[in-house]
């Protein structure tokens, strides 16, 4: 771990919490140990390398699991968050996200947001020991930049909610210390930042509050674009003993699935990449377990057609490039790509490769001596419909705009064949796609079989569902 701490002293700005002379203070520091001299504010950084999901760090204290933000109430006073990100329960679940862009395990404002404002209520007054933050980025998301107020809301002015451009000290609240962690100059730092604000004085609380008041800041001085990906936020009770969050590393698995009737088996490996491994068991063998038999079914080409293989492997591992492979009965997953589409495309993706897999294992193609080869982009074609119209249609992830109607051609292949393929079947032959395809793993597909089946040529197809594309209303 690499602490950034050689800048330090520009970042260790607080308030003294009251001023008095120094004789009085002799007074009270003997009669009274807890009381508060000055905040400060303690700062590290982990650069992109040594930041793993355990948030160690070489003086901010680990992230608490039983601090008293755990369950105080967290409202955003000015300010839009991002719906990019998490909602505010990620920055007191005591989770910490498990990778270096891992948008909705943390809580970030939106785009251009220039400051905004976060109250934390605690529900009632305790003595604070500290105040820590954390965040981590890949990127320029990282650094962390806020002011601190504090309140024990009992002034009569009080105003718990004080929009931007409302001071705080003029509405009961105390101005507790800044935090910058943000680079002078450059593009930022990636990695992750720790910021613990507590008391100079060791054995010293900050005070006795109720509530916190956030001012944050971009994360970059140059601009507002940049919102710190903040991960948690923690506030120490002075009189309950910390418990840290326990961080144990995802452990992969190599083991073999069955379809319910046993007709179908699939070796999982997420060995090499046991940071998806929990995604593959929990929803990746239901999508397998389901969507396999039925693209065999869907791809079949009829009777006599039974050379979909009865056992496959899925493979996890980290890939450099994002792609997910398949060769024989062995599909291969990039992690990393896996990973970072958790939410969104990965299951499709699974679905793609199995359709492809099923295609490729036809045989009655490479026997007989006259087979046709199917070309390339129907292929992919076919399996992009089975996933973008059969399994996730809602996704709409073959959608073609008219705007970029006039530059798509059937033969694309992936998204674009498959819109074609769709556009095809609901206008001419609702099974045209499954024809095609025991066409192509029997060997006889020809170019003639469109016009067998809709009358028109593929040239002629391709016009008219351009020419419908164009006419969509736009988005
Ligand atoms: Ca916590």
């Given at each position: 771990m690499l602490a950034k701490l050689a800048a330090l002293p520009r970042f260790v700005k607080g308030a003294f919490a009251f001023s008095v002379a120094p004789f009085m203070l002799l007074t009270l520091l003997l009669t009274a140990p807890l009381l508060h001299a000055a905040?400060?504010?303690?700062?590290?950084?982990?650069?992109?390398?040594?930041?793993?999901?355990?948030f160690r760090f070489e003086r901010v204290p680990p992230p608490s699991a039983n601090d008293a933000a755990t369950h105080a109430l967290f409202t955003i006073v000015d300010g839009k968050r991002s719906p990019a990100g998490g909602d505010l329960d990620v920055l007191h679940d005591n989770k910490l996200p498990n990778y270096e862009d891992e948008p909705s395990e943390n809580f970030f404002f939106a785009g251009g947001t220039k400051r905004a404002r976060l109250l934390v209520d605690l529900r009632e007054p305790i003595d604070?020991?500290?105040?820590?933050?954390?965040?981590?980025?890949?990127?320029?998301?990282?650094?962390?930049?806020?002011?601190?107020?504090?309140?024990?809301?009992?002034?009569?002015?009080f105003d718990a909610q004080p929009k931007n451009g409302k001071n705080p000290e003029l509405c009961g609240w105390k101005h507790i210390a800044q935090a910058d962690t943000r680079p002078i100059t450059g593009d930022g730092d990636a990695g992750q930042y720790g910021v613990s604000i507590s008391d100079s004085e060791p054995a010293a609380t900050l005070g006795r509050y109720r509530y916190l008041l956030f001012e944050i800041f971009p994360s970059l001085k140059t601009g507002s674009d940049a919102q710190t990906f903040y991960s948690e936020i923690d506030v120490i009770d002075a009189h309950v003993p910390v418990k840290f969050v326990e961080y144990t590393p995802p452990v992969g698995f190599r083991e073999i699935f069955k379809t319910d009737d046993s007709v179908y088996q699939f070796t999982i490996d997420t060995t090499q990449a046991p940071e998806i491994a929990n995604w593959a068991r929990v929803k990746m063998v239901p999508i397998v377990k389901e969507w396999y038999p039925k693209i065999v079914r869907l791809l079949?080409?009829?009777?006599?057609?039974?050379e979909a293989p009865k056992s496959i492997a899925i493979l996890c591992k980290k890939l450099k490039e994002n792609a997910s492979t398949v060769v024989d009965r062995e599909i291969t997953l990039g992690?990393?790509?896996?990973?970072?589409?958790?939410?969104?495309?990965?299951?499709?993706?699974v679905v793609y490769e199995m359709a492809l897999l099923v295609q490729h294992c036809a045989q009655a193609a490479k026997t007989n001596p006259n087979a046709t080869r199917p070309p390339g982009w129907l292929q992919t074609g076919i399996a992009a419909y089975t996933r973008w119209y059969l399994y996730e249609p809602q996704a709409r992830g073959a959608d073609i705009g008219p705007k970029r109607a006039p530059n798509v051609t059937y033969d694309h292949g992936y998204r674009d064949t498959a819109n074609f393929l769709n556009w095809v079947s609901l206008k001419y032959d609702s099974a045209l796609v499954f024809k095609l395809n025991a066409a192509c793993r029997q060997g006889l597909y020809t170019a003639g079989l469109w016009k067998q089946h809709t009358g028109r040529t593929l040239q002629e197809l391709n016009e008219e569902w351009k020419t419908d594309l164009r006419k969509q209303p736009p988005k």
């Open positions: 905040p400060t504010v303690t700062i590290d950084h982990n650069d992109k390398d040594s930041s793993t999901p355990a604070i020991k500290q105040v820590n933050t954390y965040s981590w980025h890949r990127a320029v998301r990282a650094p962390q930049a806020y002011t601190l107020y504090a309140s024990d809301g009992t002034a009569e002015d079949s080409a009829g009777e006599g057609d039974n992690a990393n790509w896996i990973r970072k589409n958790l939410k969104g495309e990965a299951g499709g993706v």
